[in-house]
Structure formats: C-alpha cells, structure tokens
C-alpha cells in the first residue's frame, strides 16, 4: 500500500474543489489544477467561503480552517499534479476528456502516484487503458456536495490490483467517508438507480402525467426525498443527468434507458439547472419558478 501525503485534484469547479476541500481537512496536502488560473483561483476561493461557512456554524474550529488553506496549492501546469501521492481527476462527465487528461499527465507521473477518476458513470477499465498503470487506477465517486456527502464510491477496473484498492479505501475513509465497492458497470450503484429515476419523472413531465411542482411535491410528500427529482436533476446538472443516461443506454443496449426527449431539448437549449439559472426551475428570481 502507497503512503498517501499529497493529493492532486485536476479540476476546480463543484466536484473538484470539494474534494480539494475535504483532503486539505484530512490533513494532506492539495495540488489544485485546471484549465486557467482564473478557475483555479475561483475554486480556492469557494473553497475559502464553504469552510468559513463551516466556522461560523462550529462544524470546524477557525484553526482547522486556516490549517487546511495552508494546505492547498494551485498548480497551474498539469504536470505539477504528477508528483503527488495520489491523482485524482475531477473533470466534466465526458469520456475523451478524461482520456485526455489522463494521456497529458502520464509523462509526468512519478513511479509511486495513483491515479484516480471520480466519474460517476464512465468506465475505468476504458479509461484505464490510456494510461501506463492500469493496475494502479481506481474509481473514487465522491457524492455531491462532497463536504456534506458521507459515501465514496469504489471502483475497479478489470487491471487494479489489490494494493491500490486497499490504498483507495483507507484513504476514503480517512476523508471520514463511508466506502461502497461498485463493480465497473455503466453509473455503478448510485447513479445506475438515481439517475434513470430522474429520467423517469422527466418522462412523467413530458407526457403530461404531472406539472414540474406537482411531481416534486409528490415525490417529497409521498416517498419522504429531500428533493424532487426534477429539483435534483437542476442541481446535478442536465447535462451530467444526459450524459450519464447516454452511458447507460449505450453500455447496456436496454430501451429502458432511452434519455427522455424533453432531456435532451432542456440541454440543447442550455437550460442546464441550477449553475446557469435555468433548467426545470428557473433560478434568477428571488423564489426558483418552474419552468414547465
């Protein structure tokens, strides 16, 4: 097993800069990378404002606080994230753009790093195969929010020897996350049983069966969820809710996973959810609207 003292997060938005979050919190030490300083420092700074938030509800002390800042560095050259311990990827949902990631990191690894994807649907034997150390890859799904989220999803590729597993769950667990082994099959657990329910309600929406708030209220009142799942769809993000559900549809070739159309129209228009003011709700006022 790798002795973990440096973590590399490739991407700084809401995935990223979580699990940028709660690692500097467990004490490692944090490489934050992505495509500009301007995102990377945008993530440092929400960062800042999620753990300040944390203070002031005496979730953590202000010393914890200013500790783990300490511990967050931005690397603004890729191959700075090769000399960390463990690597994790943290991009958006989308196969060639991870491969890509993975293939530009590589002549910057040391012998030691593991590598790490947090997809939430994609292969990681497929995404694996683009990098010198298959069996030094695993899966780590961190839920969303990730400082809030008590389950790390693991996942193996068919190559991840038994090292780098055990690495990975003592890690998580370090993260005081509880741990969940998936096996490498399209969206794993969480997202192969969420993700479709979400489908499913927008398809209820599409037919006319109920309204936008109709279909929330009675999946909050009559199955006790925090959230509707047009709501959590907005909050996932359409395009992850479609990406995913393109995953499905094509790893596993069953109709019942055909992406509703009114899914994708909601992307193809840009009304992505929450992180861009619309999507099932409109969040621009000062009360979200549905949209439908």
């Known amino acids: 097993m790798v002795d973990i003292k440096s973590v590399g997060v490739i991407g700084a938005g809401q995935m990223g800069g979580g699990i ?3 690692c500097a919190l467990g004490g490692y030490e944090v490489l934050l990378h992505d495509v500009s300083r301007e995102k990377i420092e945008a993530g440092i700074n929400n960062i800042q404002a999620n753990m ?6 005496g979730t953590i002390e202000a010393s914890a606080m200013e500790a783990a800042v300490g511990r967050i560095r931005a690397a603004d050259e890729l191959q ?4 960390a311990d463990l690597a994790i990827e943290a991009a958006t949902e989308n196969e ?3 491969k890509n990631i993975f293939r530009a990191l590589g002549p910057h690894l040391s012998d030691r790093t593991l590598l790490a994807s947090n997809t939430s649907s994609i292969s990681i034997t497929r995404l694996a195969s683009v990098t010198d150390r298959p069996e030094r890859f695993i899966g780590l799904h ?3 929010p990730v400082p809030r989220m008590k389950l790390v999803e693991i996942i193996r590729g068919i190559a991840t020897d038994a090292g780098t597993y055990e690495t990975a769950v003592t890690f998580a667990r370090s993260l ?3 741990t969940a082994n998936a096996e490498d099959f399209p969206a794993f657990i969480v997202n192969r049983i969420l993700v479709p329910m979400i ?3 927008i398809y209820t929406l599409y037919e006319g069966v109920g309204t936008v708030d109709a279909i929330d209220t ?7 969820h925090p959230m509707g799942p047009l709501e959590l769809g907005d909050f996932i993000g359409l395009d992850t809710v479609l990406s995913i559900m393109n995953v499905l549809y094509e790893g596993l070739a069953d109709s019942k996973y055909r992406p509703c159309p009114l899914l994708t129209k909601y992307v193809e228009a840009g009304w992505l959810g929450k992180k861009v003011g619309r999507g099932f709700y409109d969040y621009r006022g000062e009360v979200p609207v549905p949209t439908r």
């Open 20 to 22: 940028a979050q709660v």
């Open 52 to 57: 300040a938030r944390l203070v002031s509800r």
């Open 80 to 83: 700075a994230v090769g000399a």
């Open 96 to 98: 060639e753009v991870k």
């Open 142 to 144: 961190f839920m969303n």
């Open 176 to 178: 005081g996350k509880t």
């Open 199 to 201: 489908n499913e309600a």
């Open 218 to 224: 009675a999946l909050k009142l009559g199955a006790n």
